[in-house]
């Protein structure tokens, strides 16, 4: 999808997927000084040179002001230009190329002098309105239907605010306009403003600021202070012109500036000069355009400009004004057609186009400011687009932008707080980025968020960015810390709205900064998705999509001829199954998974490979349905249920199958709380090897039901310290060992350790959920194993120590990737190297 950015200058330039096959060197890469400085250059354009730029060709001789180059000299530069007529050397340097020579040949080496700032063509802007009958008289409906009367009930603004009109002048003596100008500035003649052969000025400022004086009609902000700009003749606007009027209108600390006039050509001077505007903390504000198309008009066009869209109010129902301009840049809307307001003459008229609208929304601006003496140009933007009225489908829409602007909403309308904000275009509020997926939201206009990334190995990574909303154009950047500076290393944008963004790209050692932002510095509530994958060495993994396909293939892993017996139990946290292990050892079977009310597909397909014929149930019937033993027992399989009254009386229930099993008395249990489940599941596979019931214990007391059977017992073992498993418990039971760490990572590993357990092999597991551990430990007791516990995305210090001392051969992860991450796999791998 071709993009009509800057003018007709970057089509397609960037419309490919970026892939690096090595890791790119510092002296290849761009260098970032800032990343305040960086928004500044991605604004301008210079991130990417020779694309960014003005394309001369592209702005024919028509559209330039009697062939004059503007000229801007780096400071304390001094160049002759002998060749070229001198128009005006100050403030700005106008040059005039004679006929004879090639305009285009003669700019591109102006351009090229050294010393020379910048150099663009004195572009033609044409005022944004179409011609009306000047006769119609008085009606400002348009400013009911969009609660104006409301809103003035708030505020009509304050002398305080002012908003700089750059246009083709203003009637000072009109009485309407009474009291609510400054003295302004004429471009031409460098003194105030004194008249307007065109009329269109006077009558975008009526629709601004016009009197409350019940003499003719009302503007919008009528309250508040107009700095009249003339910026051009009687036909047209100049970019000499522009330039200082927006001098003018900074060094005068207007508030808003109103810009009811473009051109189809990108001016980059103009456009750094309203950047500079912007950034001083001044709302921009520019009609779209009247010519029907979706190209857009700048300085409309500009991501940092509000691209006011029209309206038609005329009719019951108001609509989008065929005429107005579309396109991916309009922000808001506001009515367009039959807008009454101050004429030239001294009298009023009617005019239509979107030079009208965007006045409207000025003012509404001007309001808010009033309001809110502390709103930079981004609140503003973002309170005129939340508070619209979406006449048209979605968030934003091409036509209207995010609607049509509604005062009375605007003036009610707050800012978001970003406390949950999980990231910000600062180093030093970076979100955090590893593998895998998040989500967040662009929250305001201009927003962008920077994540960052250390890469724990050098290998291919990819970084995919979606968002769903149709008016977000998302862009993705790579930036590399190396040698303590950063730098730009990959930059994506090939695709328009709505469509995801991918870059492949070689990752070395070290950290990265992920850029996210819309192109055209759009917000939307709805959120994007970033994800990051890499191809990284890795531990072995069993694995499956979910618990209950990873349940299956450890069964596979360990049962590959098959088994006569199956452990069924819940795939979400009930307790129930804690105490299965050493049952399903005893038995020599697999441990799978259901869901409460129905057996899964690949588990069902599970139990036909193994070729069982006979099922354990593990749990009641809150745990595991009725409905589920019933199609399990329609399979022709034997069924048993092995549940108690609640997760101790189970593990006891589960005690007493294991003796029947072991035709004998039992002689020694693991006890373990049955609030923890990870105590109870690092001890399973010793537990399981050396069959020993794991009995669940209350923090306090222990049941009537395990009391009688611990009483039966000549040696007991405890898992956990005393908040899990209080010393009052402990003293109840018989010759009483207890393995306890400062967490369920290191009580793991003193259970390892104090119980002697081999290391030559080792399984890793989370910590922080059962099903993977429960049904791997079964496993691991077969292979004589112990399970170590591992956060999802770090290897907690106690097992970082544990490793490098038991240096084993091999070690194997139980679960996926959203369980134990890819950066955690590749560092268990990198103890096997050791």
Request: glycine content about 10%.
């Given at each position: 999808?071709?993009?009509?950015?800057?003018?007709?200058?970057?089509?397609?330039?960037?419309?490919?997927?970026?892939?690096?096959?090595?890791?790119?060197?510092?002296?290849?890469?761009?260098?970032?000084?800032?990343?305040?400085?960086?928004?500044?250059?991605?604004?301008?354009?210079?991130?990417?040179?020779?694309?960014?730029?003005?394309?001369?060709?592209?702005?024919?001789?028509?559209?330039?002001?009697?062939?004059?180059?503007?000229?801007?000299?780096?400071?304390?530069?001094?160049?002759?230009?002998?060749?070229?007529?001198?128009?005006?050397?100050?403030?700005?340097?106008?040059?005039?190329?004679?006929?004879?020579?090639?305009?285009?040949?003669?700019?591109?080496?102006?351009?090229?002098?050294?010393?020379?700032?910048?150099?663009?063509?004195?572009?033609?802007?044409?005022?944004?309105?179409?011609?009306?009958?000047?006769?119609?008289?008085?009606?400002?409906?348009?400013?009911?239907?969009?609660?104006?009367?409301?809103?003035?009930?708030?505020?009509?603004?304050?002398?305080?605010?002012?908003?700089?009109?750059?246009?083709?002048?203003?009637?000072p003596s009109h009485e309407d306009l009474q009291?609510?100008?400054?003295?302004?500035?004429?471009?031409?003649?460098?003194?105030?403003?004194?008249?307007?052969?065109?009329?269109?000025?006077?009558?975008?400022?009526?629709?601004?600021?016009?009197?409350?004086?019940?003499?003719?009609?009302?503007?919008?902000?009528?309250?508040?202070?107009?700095?009249?700009?003339?910026?051009?003749?009687?036909?047209?606007?100049?970019?000499?012109?522009?330039?200082?009027?927006?001098?003018?209108?900074?060094?005068?600390?207007?508030?808003?500036?109103?810009?009811?006039?473009?051109?189809?050509?990108?001016?980059?001077?103009?456009?750094?000069?309203?950047?500079?505007?912007?950034?001083?903390?001044?709302?921009?504000?520019?009609?779209?355009?009247?010519?029907?198309?979706?190209?857009?008009?700048?300085?409309?066009?500009?991501?940092?400009?509000?691209?006011?869209?029209?309206?038609?109010?005329?009719?019951?129902?108001?609509?989008?004004?065929?005429?107005?301009?579309?396109?991916?840049?309009?922000?808001?809307?506001?009515?367009?057609?039959?807008?009454?307001?101050?004429?030239?003459?001294?009298?009023?008229?009617?005019?239509?186009?979107?030079?009208?609208?965007?006045?409207?929304?000025?003012?509404?601006?001007?309001?808010?400011?009033?309001?809110?003496?502390?709103?930079?140009?981004?609140?503003?933007?973002?309170?005129?687009?939340?508070?619209?009225?979406?006449?048209?489908?979605?968030?934003?829409?091409?036509?209207?932008?995010?609607?049509?602007?509604?005062?009375?909403?605007?003036?009610r309308t707050g800012l978001k707080s970003l406390?949950?904000?999980?990231?910000?275009?600062?180093?030093?509020?970076?979100?955090?980025?590893?593998?895998?997926?998040?989500?967040?939201?662009?929250?305001?206009?201009?927003?962008?968020?920077?994540?960052?990334?250390?890469?724990?190995?050098?290998?291919?990574?990819?970084?995919?960015?979606?968002?769903?909303?149709?008016?977000?154009?998302?862009?993705?950047?790579?930036?590399?810390?190396?040698?303590?500076?950063?730098?730009?290393?990959?930059?994506?944008?090939?695709?328009?709205?709505?469509?995801?963004?991918?870059?492949?790209?070689?990752?070395?050692?070290?950290?990265?900064?992920?850029?996210?932002?819309?192109?055209?510095?759009?917000?939307?509530?709805?959120?994007?998705?970033?994800?990051?994958?890499?191809e990284l060495p890795q531990a072995e993994r069993?694995?499956?999509?979910?618990?209950?396909?990873?349940?299956?293939?450890?069964?596979?892993?360990?049962?590959?001829?098959?088994?006569?017996?199956?452990?069924?139990?819940?795939?979400?946290?009930?307790?129930?199954?804690?105490?299965?292990?050493?049952?399903?050892?005893?038995?020599?079977?697999?441990?799978?998974?259901?869901?409460?009310?129905?057996?899964?597909?690949?588990?069902?397909?599970?139990?036909?490979?193994?070729?069982?014929?006979?099922?354990?149930?593990?749990?009641?019937?809150?745990?595991?349905?009725?409905?589920?033993?019933?199609?399990?027992?329609?399979?022709?399989?034997?069924?048993?249920?092995?549940?108690?009254?609640?997760?101790?009386?189970?593990?006891?229930?589960?005690?007493?199958?294991?003796?029947?099993?072991?035709?004998?008395?039992?002689?020694?249990?693991?006890?373990?709380?049955?609030?923890?489940?990870?105590?109870?599941?690092?001890?399973?596979?010793?537990?399981?090897?050396?069959?020993?019931?794991?009995?669940?214990?209350?923090?306090?007391?222990?049941?009537?039901?395990?009391?009688?059977?611990?009483?039966?017992?000549?040696?007991?073992?405890?898992?956990?310290?005393?908040?899990?498993?209080?010393?009052?418990?402990?003293?109840?039971?018989?010759?009483?060992?207890?393995?306890?760490?400062?967490?369920?990572?290191?009580?793991?590993?003193?259970?390892?350790?104090?119980?002697?357990?081999?290391?030559?092999?080792?399984?890793?597991?989370?910590?922080?959920?059962?099903?993977?551990?429960?049904?791997?430990?079964?496993?691991?007791?077969?292979?004589?194993?112990?399970?170590?516990?591992?956060?999802?995305?770090?290897?907690?210090?106690?097992?970082?120590?544990?490793?490098?001392?038991?240096?084993?051969?091999?070690?194997?992860?139980?679960?996926?990737?959203?369980?134990?991450?890819?950066?955690?796999?590749?560092?268990?791998?990198?103890?096997?190297?050791?």
């Open positions: 999808m071709n993009k009509n950015r800057l003018g007709f200058l970057i089509l397609t330039i960037l419309s490919f997927t970026l892939m690096s096959a090595v890791p790119i060197s510092a002296e290849a890469m761009r260098k970032i000084d800032s990343f305040d400085k960086e928004i500044e250059a991605i604004r301008l354009g210079e991130k990417h040179k020779g694309v960014y730029v003005q394309s001369i060709k592209k702005v024919p001789m028509t559209a330039i002001h009697d062939r004059q180059v503007v000229v801007q000299l780096t400071p304390g530069t001094s160049l002759d230009f002998p060749d070229y007529e001198e128009v005006q050397a100050d403030p700005l340097l106008l040059l005039r190329i004679p006929v004879q020579l090639d305009y285009h040949q003669e700019l591109r080496r102006i351009q090229s002098m050294e010393g020379v700032e910048s150099a663009s063509p004195n572009i033609i802007y044409t005022p944004m309105y179409k011609p009306s009958d000047a006769y119609y008289r008085s009606y400002q409906d348009y400013l009911k239907k969009i609660g104006m009367e409301q809103a003035w009930d708030v505020t009509k603004g304050t002398k305080e605010v002012s908003v700089a009109v750059i246009d083709s002048g203003v009637l009291g609510r100008l400054t003295a302004g500035f004429d471009a031409f003649t460098n003194g105030p403003v004194r008249s307007d052969g065109a009329g269109h000025g006077t009558h975008v400022t009526g629709i601004l600021a016009a009197n409350t004086n019940s003499r003719g009609g009302i503007g919008v902000a009528p309250g508040i202070r107009v700095i009249p700009i003339k910026a051009g003749d009687d036909r047209s606007v100049y970019t000499s012109a522009v330039l200082r009027g927006i001098d003018y209108a900074v060094d005068n600390h207007a508030d808003v500036i109103n810009m009811s006039f473009g051109s189809f050509y990108n001016d980059p001077a103009v456009q750094e000069k309203l950047l500079e505007a912007y950034d001083a903390g001044i709302t921009l504000v520019a009609a779209s355009g009247n010519e029907e198309t979706n190209v857009p008009a700048y300085p409309a066009g500009y991501p940092w400009v509000i691209a006011v869209g029209a309206t038609d109010t005329t009719s019951s129902s108001p609509r989008h004004a065929p005429f107005s301009n579309i396109g991916s840049h309009i922000d808001v809307a506001a009515p367009g057609v039959d807008i009454f307001s101050t004429s030239y003459d001294g009298t009023y008229g009617v005019g239509s186009g979107t030079s009208y609208s965007a006045p409207i929304v000025s003012g509404l601006a001007a309001l808010l400011i009033s309001k809110h003496r502390d709103w930079k140009p981004a609140d503003v933007e973002y309170a005129l687009q939340a508070s619209s009225d979406q006449l048209l489908r979605g968030e934003s829409n091409e036509q209207l932008g995010f609607g049509q602007v509604n005062g009375t909403a605007a003036l406390e949950e904000d999980s990231s910000a275009w600062d180093l030093s509020k970076t979100g955090p980025l590893q593998i895998g997926s998040l989500s967040e939201s662009l929250n305001y206009p201009s927003d962008r968020d920077l994540y960052k990334w250390n890469a724990e190995a050098p290998g291919q990574a990819s970084l995919r960015l979606h968002h769903p909303a149709g008016h977000i154009d998302p862009v993705l950047v790579v930036y590399r810390e190396m040698n303590g500076s950063i730098y730009e290393q990959d930059y994506i944008d090939e695709h328009g709205q709505g469509i995801a963004e991918t870059l492949t790209f070689q990752a070395g050692e070290g950290t990265y900064y992920i850029g996210v932002y819309d192109y055209y510095e759009n917000w939307s509530a709805q959120p994007y998705t970033l994800t990051l994958d890499q069993i694995s499956g999509t979910d618990r209950f396909e990873t349940a299956v293939e450890i069964s596979k892993q360990g049962w590959q001829d098959g088994a006569g017996s199956v452990l069924i139990a819940t795939g979400f946290d009930f307790p129930d199954a804690l105490s299965a292990s050493p049952l399903a050892y005893q038995l020599d079977a697999p441990i799978l998974l259901t869901r409460p009310d129905r057996l899964g597909t690949e588990t069902k397909r599970e139990i036909g490979r193994l070729g069982a014929s006979s099922v354990y149930i593990i749990g009641g019937i809150n745990a595991v349905s009725a409905n589920v033993e019933k199609e399990i027992r329609s399979q022709g399989l034997q069924v048993t249920r092995v549940a108690g009254g609640d997760r101790y009386e189970t593990s006891v229930e589960i005690a007493e199958e294991l003796k029947l099993l072991l035709g004998r008395s039992l002689t020694s249990a693991v006890v373990s709380s049955g609030r923890n489940f990870p105590d109870a599941l690092a001890s399973a596979p010793y537990a399981a090897r050396h069959s020993l019931p794991i009995l669940l214990t209350k923090e306090k007391t222990l049941s009537p039901e395990v009391k009688e059977i611990t009483d039966t017992l000549q040696e007991t073992i405890v898992i956990g310290g005393t908040g899990v498993v209080n010393d009052s418990v402990v003293r109840m039971l018989p010759n009483p060992v207890r393995y306890a760490g400062e967490n369920r990572f290191d009580t793991a590993v003193r259970f390892i350790e104090g119980t002697g357990m081999e290391a030559d092999g080792i399984y890793a597991a989370t910590g922080f959920q059962f099903a993977d551990a429960l049904t791997g430990s079964v496993l691991a007791a077969k292979e004589l194993k112990p399970i170590v516990l591992v956060r999802h995305d770090r290897i907690p210090p106690e097992v970082i120590t544990f490793l490098n001392g038991a240096s084993p051969e091999v070690i194997s992860i139980l679960g996926g990737t959203a369980a134990i991450s890819k950066e955690v796999g590749y560092h268990l791998r990198k103890f096997l190297d050791q």
